[in-house]
């Protein structure tokens, strides 16, 4: 069973930083592209990042230049170093399997503010 467990997440204000981690269990990671995603109150789920199994990465616009996805195959885990962070980076966090997400975890809660 695909377990995805989150965690990194907290209270920070503006401009600070976060970094998120996710680890992997019940599936053949390194063969999988993974994503971040988030959901912020009243809004759909959307893509943040996501990178290959060989480490090519995409980004949305809204976090380009300041958030960095990458992993760890090893540790079968995905990272989401999150710099000058702005209010409406408020979401909770999650990761996945990219493009075809599977089962979601329970997500990690950050909040950007003053």
């Known amino acids: 069973q695909v377990q995805l467990v989150e965690s990194g997440g907290g209270v920070v204000q503006p401009g600070g930083s976060l970094r998120l981690s996710c680890a992997a269990s019940g599936l053949i990671f390194s063969i999988n592209a993974m994503g971040w995603y988030r959901q912020a109150p009243g809004k759909e789920r959307e893509l943040v990042a996501a990178?290959?199994?060989?480490?090519?990465?995409t980004y949305a616009d809204s976090v380009k230049g300041r958030f960095t996805i990458s992993r760890d195959n090893a540790k079968s885990t995905v990272y989401l170093q999150m710099n000058s962070l702005k209010p409406e980076d408020t979401a909770v966090y999650y990761c996945?399997?990219?493009?075809?997400?599977?089962?979601w975890g329970q997500g990690t809660q950050v909040n950007v503010s003053s």
């Open positions: 996945n399997r990219y493009p075809t997400p599977m089962r």
């Open positions: 990178i290959t199994r060989g480490g090519t990465t």
